[in-house]
């Protein structure tokens, strides 16, 4: 089972989402604030990690921004009595993949967790598994995972970082719906795009528009990305 590093000073809410955790059969790491998680994450591994913002010494942000600087992919949820749309809005383009305020109903915080971890089991956008092949073909796309291209009818395709990022986990489950948050939280755990600040809005509206410049790209072709309603995308075989 995962490991998961809370980060929060409040002493009884600590232990008892450690118990909690631990019952379900997660294992668990713990610190009380910026100073003591980022000497643990240089020495131990995990698998996701319950973020409080309200720390002693440096605020949590910091940790958040330590950990996308220095482990990419590593899922963050933010677990915090901040209950403002900015602050929410705030934390999630700073890289958190999820966001749950305090008070909160344990159900749901395990529902969440399972789902962030799930997500970051998937194959992320900007790695290429050293087993996996180092190009796809479907039709008369190619991919190049290697070089991070494409080509469409023998032809290279312009891209930008964040459509061959979407194309490529298009293509990764071609035939299979992609959801919208699957997109979102693998996006929000790579580099963001040259020339853009890190916290370059990555929402749904972001997502529409990437969708809708790729569709162009792949008009002259049989490819198809569907809009698969309530759910998410789905790059169609040829």
């Known amino acids: 089972m995962a490991t998961i590093l809370i980060v929060e000073d409040d002493a009884l809410l600590l232990d008892a989402l450690s118990g909690q955790l631990a019952q379900l059969g997660y294992g668990v790491a713990t610190a009380g604030s910026v100073a003591d998680a980022t000497a643990l994450l240089q020495s131990q591994a995990v698998d996701g990690i319950i973020l409080d913002l ?6 949590g942000m910091e940790l958040l921004h ?5 482990i990419a992919g590593l899922p963050v949820l933010i ?7 900015d602050d929410r809005v705030r934390g999630l383009n700073a890289g958190a993949d999820d966001y749950l ?3 909160f ?4 915080l395990q529902a969440r967790l399972q789902a962030m971890l799930r ?7 900007t790695q290429t598994s050293s087993a996996g092949p180092s190009s796809t073909t479907i039709g008369p796309l190619v991919l190049d995972h290697v070089a991070h291209a494409a080509a469409l009818n023998g032809e290279p395709l312009e891209l930008t970082l964040r459509e061959w990022e979407l194309l490529e986990l298009l293509a990764h489950r071609c035939g299979e719906v992609v959801t919208r948050d699957d997109v979102l939280a693998a996006w929000r755990a790579s ?6 600040p890190a916290a ?12 809708h410049r790729l569709r162009k790209k792949l008009d002259a072709s049989p490819l198809n990305i569907r809009n698969i309603r309530g759910l998410g995308y789905m790059l169609n075989r040829p």
């Open 79 to 85: 677990l915090t009595a901040r209950d403002g749309v």
């Open 191 to 196: 580099p963001p795009e040259p020339g853009q």
């Open 200 to 211: 370059a809005p990555l929402n749904s509206n972001a997502l529409e528009v990437y969708v």
């Open 66 to 70: 330590w950990t996308r600087a220095h």
């Open 105 to 108: 109903n344990m159900q749901e």
């Open 54 to 59: 309200g720390l002693p010494g440096a605020d």
């Open 101 to 103: 305020t305090k008070p």
């Open 119 to 125: 997500r970051a089991r998937q194959p992320a956008f």
